[in-house]
C-alpha cells in the first residue's frame, strides 16, 4: 500500500539551529513530492515541491528539500532556523497514475525556541 | 480571489445528527478533495473528486458520502454522526493544468461529534 512515513513526530530547535526533517515514501512508479506547512490557526500552504528535474527544490523561506530515489527519501532542510518557522510541516505524495491522489505522512511540530 | 472557501467553520453535533460541509472554489480547478486532520495521523483522504461528475473513495471513506455539485462546489456529507469523526475536516482543490497535483486548501472545519 502507499504510504510516507515522517521519522520526527516533534522536533524542538533553538533559532539559528540546522533542520533536517526526514521523509520516506512508499508508491509504485513515477511520483511527486510536496511538502506542506501549517502555521498555527492557519491552513495548509505548498512549501516546496518535486515533480522531475534536478532532485533539488528549493521552497519559500529558505527551506530545501532533496529527491533521493536510491532511498524513496525527500528531506527537508533549512540551514537556520528561526522563531517563526514554529509551525507543523507534513509531508505528501502521488502520481499521475495514482489519479493525484495525494497521501500524507503523520506530520512533524517544530517548535522553535527564540 | 477567495481560493477554497469551506463552511462551516466550527460545529458541534450530537451523535446520531447529520450534517453537510461545503466547499467551493473559485480557482477554475478541475478536482477537489476532503481530508480530515487528526493529531499523530496526518491528512487523511476521504473521498475525492477527479472532475465534475466524478467521485472515487480515499483511504478513510466510511461513514461519510460526497456530491460534486458543479464545477466549484464539492460537499461532504455526514449522515449519521459518531464521535471517532470528530476531526477538522478540510477541502482542497488542484489545478487541472498542473501536472503535479499540488493542493490548496481551505481554512478547514473543526467537527466535534458529542
Known amino acids: 500500500a502507499q504510504s510516507v512515513s515522517q521519522h520526527n513526530h516533534h522536533v524542538i530547535l533553538s533559532e539559528a539551529a540546522s533542520l533536517e526533517l526526514g521523509c520516506n515514501y512508499s508508491?509504485?512508479?513515477?511520483?511527486?513530492l510536496f511538502w506542506y506547512v501549517q502555521y498555527p490557526g492557519q491552513h495548509l500552504q505548498l512549501l516546496l515541491k518535486?515533480?522531475?528535474?534536478?532532485?533539488l527544490v528549493k521552497g519559500i523561506k529558505g527551506f530545501e528539500a532533496e529527491f533521493i530515489k536510491s532511498k524513496f527519501s525527500f528531506n527537508l532542510r533549512k540551514p537556520s532556523v528561526q522563531w517563526s518557522d514554529t509551525a507543523e510541516y507534513f509531508c505528501?505524495?502521488?502520481?499521475?497514475?495514482?489519479?493525484?491522489?495525494?497521501?500524507f505522512g503523520a506530520g512533524t511540530r517544530l517548535f522553535v525556541k527564540a | 480571489n477567495a481560493g477554497v472557501t469551506q463552511t462551516p467553520k466550527f460545529q458541534v453535533l450530537k451523535t446520531g445528527q447529520s450534517m453537510t460541509l461545503q466547499c467551493a472554489q473559485d480557482?477554475?480547478?478541475?478536482?477537489m478533495y476532503w481530508y480530515r486532520q487528526d493529531p499523530g495521523m496526518g491528512l487523511r483522504l476521504i473521498y475525492y473528486?477527479?472532475?465534475?461528475?466524478?467521485?472515487d473513495k480515499g483511504e478513510v471513506p466510511n461513514g461519510y458520502n460526497v456530491s460534486r455539485l458543479n464545477k466549484r462546489e464539492f460537499s461532504l456529507r455526514l449522515e449519521s454522526a459518531a464521535p471517532s469523526q470528530t476531526s477538522v475536516y478540510f477541502c482542497?482543490?488542484?489545478?487541472?493544468?498542473?501536472?503535479?497535483?499540488?493542493?490548496?486548501f481551505g481554512e478547514g472545519s473543526r467537527l466535534t461529534v458529542l
Open positions: 482542497a482543490s488542484s489545478r487541472s493544468s498542473d501536472n503535479t497535483g499540488e493542493l490548496f
Open positions: 508508491y509504485g512508479g513515477t511520483v511527486n
Open positions: 518535486y515533480f522531475s528535474g534536478d532532485p
Open positions: 505528501a505524495v502521488n502520481s499521475m497514475t495514482g489519479g493525484f491522489k495525494t497521501i
Open positions: 480557482m477554475n480547478h478541475n478536482s
Open positions: 473528486s477527479a472532475s465534475e461528475g466524478t467521485t
